[in-house]
């Protein structure tokens, strides 16, 4: 456990862990949660003490931490988004593990993930940072004396040394989906289950991914419409979603599983009647296979 100090709020890293509350919106990134440690803090429309208040959360409630704002964490509280003052909350961010960066020159630290988003740092080749959420690419990370900011996952390297073979972005999270997801080994099938202890197949995938801060769309035919971009089978990684059709079927796919490696997914089966693992290479699930979505 790593504990960190800017001006007067806390950040506890804790590694090995995707605890995340709730999902916040489209593959939504999640920092980690906060505990209010004023009697009451306010809720705000954006980081400032001037801008309108939205909400109050009491000591002792929990917030869910979506990213950092100079001073402010915008947060998830009560359904709603906004901003609250760090000096007041105790943040608790998850962590993928450590990274080294592997830049010739300086690698950007950007206030978001992606370039348009400001530089506020760079660091050298070999700089070890803690990575504590993932977005579109990028790798959101905790570095130096209480630092974060965000960095392309194409300079970064999952481990502690500079020289170790590298590790293609994302592995460590696909890991994590891909155990999370076999705790439901045997959850019963139920149509229209939303889970935890009944499950249909996209309410299957849906609840997988909402617990890692990723909000997919309910159905099956609509997460291959409208989740991730396109894999091809050759292409294919674990936690990546893969999707089949019944014959004569009318809507874009009937069915969804996550692949977890090897030639095997894992789903939320009318035909075994529970959550189960399958073969993809053969067999039905080879014949009526039509695609496959990476969300991360």
């Known amino acids: 456990m790593r504990h960190f100090k800017k001006q007067t709020f806390r950040t506890t890293v804790i590694a090995g862990t995707l605890a995340l509350l709730c999902a916040t919106g489209a593959s939504a990134a999640v920092l980690g949660t906060g505990t209010v440690e004023a009697s009451a803090l306010r809720l705000r429309q954006s980081a400032s003490t001037n801008a309108a208040i939205i909400g109050t959360a009491y000591r002792g409630e929990q917030v869910t931490v979506l990213e950092q704002a100079g001073d402010w964490y915008k947060v998830s509280y009560a359904g709603a988004e906004g901003y609250m003052h760090g000096d007041y ?149 674990p936690g990546d979603l893969v999707f089949f059709k019944n014959p004569g079927e009318t809507k874009a796919c009937s069915h969804v599983g996550i692949y977890i490696g090897n030639g095997q997914f894992i789903h939320a089966s009318s035909g075994a009647g529970k959550v189960t693992i399958s073969d993809l290479t053969k067999g039905w699930y080879y014949e009526k296979y039509v695609g496959a979505k990476r969300i991360l």
């Not at 010739?104 to 080749?125: A, E, H, K, Q």
């Not at 170790?164 to 999270?173: K, M, N």
């Open 89 to 237: 909350l105790n943040v608790t961010v998850n962590s993928l593990g450590s990274g080294v960066v592997t830049v010739s020159g300086s690698l950007n630290v950007r206030t978001g993930p992606g370039v348009s988003y400001s530089r506020i740092d760079g660091l050298s080749n070999g700089t070890v940072v803690e990575l504590t959420g993932q977005e579109n690419g990028w790798y959101a990370i905790s570095y130096g004396q209480g630092k974060t900011g965000w960095v392309s996952g194409d300079y970064i390297r999952l481990g502690t040394a500079a020289g170790e073979s590298g590790t293609p972005v994302g592995t460590a999270l696909e890991e994590q989906i891909v155990a999370y997801a076999k705790r439901f080994l045997g959850v019963p099938y139920v149509w229209a289950g939303n889970g935890p202890d009944v499950f249909d197949c996209s309410g299957f995938t849906k609840y997988v991914y909402t617990h890692f801060g990723y909000n997919i769309y309910r159905t099956a035919s609509t997460q291959l419409l409208n989740d991730g971009r396109a894999v091809s089978r050759s292409e294919l990684r």
